[in-house]
C-alpha cells in the first residue's frame, strides 16, 4: 500500500461516521464485512476515477459526494482535490460559497430561516436569536443530538408567509419565536 493510501486512509478514519446519509447506510447493509471506511473510499475512487484530472467537473464531483455521504469532510475534500488536480483551498472555497454543500455531519431536520427583507421586517431576527438560545446552535451548526441543523438564508421565496422557515424543505410561515420553537419540538417529537 502506498504512503499517500496509507495517509487517506487514516484520514478518513478520523471523521466523524456517527452521521451519515440513508444512501451511505444502506450500502453499508449492502456490503457485509466492508467497513464505513471501505465503503466511502470505493465510492471516491469510483466518482474520481470517473472524473480525473477533469477540474470542471468539481462541482459534480461535490454534488455526488454530497449525496452519498452527506456532508464533505476535510479529509475527502483533499482526496478531491488531489483527485481533480486542483488545491484544496479551491475545493474548499466552493463548498464554503455553496449552502448545499457541508462540511459537517447535518442534522435529521434541517432548519432553514429566512433573514430576507420580509422575513426580517416580521421578525425573523428574533425567531433566529429564540432558536440558538433554545438548541446551543449557530447557523451553520448542528445540536449535539443530531436532531436539528440550522442555516439562515438571504431568501426561500415565500414572502407572503414571512416569517417563515423549511424544515427539511417544508415551509412554515407566519411564525413568531415561540410558534417556530413549537413546530420544531413537533419534529423532535416524532410529530411530524
Not at 471516491?44 to 456532508?71: C, P, S
Amino acid at each position: 500500500m502506498s504512503a499517500l493510501l496509507e495517509k487517506e486512509l487514516q484520514e478518513l478514519k478520523e471523521v466523524d461516521w456517527s452521521r451519515i446519509s440513508p444512501k451511505l447506510e444502506k450500502q453499508l447493509l449492502e456490503k457485509e464485512g466492508d467497513t464505513i471506511i471501505d465503503v466511502v473510499h470505493q465510492n471516491l475512487e469510483t466518482i474520481i476515477e470517473n472524473n480525473r484530472g477533469k477540474e470542471e467537473a468539481l462541482i459534480e464531483v461535490l454534488h455526488q459526494v454530497q449525496d452519498l455521504i452527506g456532508f464533505i469532510p476535510k479529509a475527502v475534500q483533499k482526496k478531491i482535490a488531489r483527485g481533480l488536480g486542483v488545491l484544496p483551498t479551491e475545493v474548499a472555497s466552493v463548498i464554503s460559497f455553496y449552502s448545499h454543500f457541508s462540511e459537517k455531519a447535518k442534522g435529521k431536520y434541517q432548519i432553514a430561516l429566512c433573514k430576507g427583507t420580509a422575513c426580517y421586517v416580521k421578525g425573523s431576527a428574533e425567531i433566529i436569536d429564540k432558536i440558538k438560545r433554545k438548541y446551543g446552535i449557530e447557523s451553520g451548526d448542528t445540536t449535539d443530538d443530531g436532531f436539528f441543523s440550522l442555516e439562515v438564508v438571504r431568501c426561500l421565496g415565500a414572502c407572503g408567509l414571512a416569517p417563515v422557515m423549511t424544515v427539511n424543505g417544508k415551509a412554515h410561515g407566519l411564525l413568531n419565536p415561540e410558534k417556530a420553537i413549537s413546530v420544531l419540538e413537533q419534529y423532535k417529537n416524532g410529530e411530524m
